[in-house]
């Protein structure tokens, strides 16, 4: 497959993916969790405080809360009754859930999180053709760009898309450092793995996943290594 057809066949899902996720984004109806999540990430994006979260890392709700910065009228968090001890729930009725039109707000977080899976999807192509080649990248691409559960997380305002984004891009930024090794890569996987932990605290199931991926590299590389040092001395 030459280059080029290879490059409108990735934009052609792309372009897919995101007619599918700004579709759902601005059709469906703000889920029962969004305007919290919204809430407590424009709190965040508003004053750096975290006053109002819960269990949840502030690094995805940051992400899909800064549009509201740019949507006039609406309440700043910090003004509403509640938040000096921490009511979620009142600041949320008194803020973005009180907004008219909803839409207006739900579709603005929303759509960095359809740009985050996109992002996300075309992460998984790259992986795919490094691993297997170009034919693998795109057959996972497709796969990404058509599966149900990317499809109605990617388009939502919650922390399960920053979350699966950022431990993915953790998981191959540490592969590409175990293949080649380097001061670049060590740091890229490093601050990845700050940014999933930033996103969600399930993230800190990657240091034994990723502890695991190492002692595999070394099962597999090792024998490899010993391989070439007698080839060498031969």
Known sequence: ?????????????????????????????????????????????????LRLFDEHAP????????????????????????????NLIAVAQATVLAYRPLDRVIVAARIPVTLLTLLLAATIYRWGAQEAGATAGLFALAWAIFDPNLLAHGSLATTDMGATAFIFWSTYAFSRYLRHPDRRRWWAAALLLGLAQGAKLTALLLYPVLGLLALLDAWVTAPQARRQALGRRA
Do not use: C
């Open 1 to 49: 497959m030459n280059t080029l057809r290879r490059h409108v066949i990735i934009l052609t899902l792309l372009l897919l993916g995101f007619a599918q996720l700004l579709s759902a984004a601005t059709q469906l109806s703000a889920t029962v969790d969004e305007g919290f999540h919204i809430t407590s990430g424009y709190e965040y994006v508003r004053t750096g405080h």
């Open 59 to 86: 690094l995805a709700k940051a992400l899909f809360a800064w549009p509201l910065t740019f949507v006039p009228d609406l309440t700043p968090p910090e003004q509403a009754p509640g938040y000096d001890t921490g």
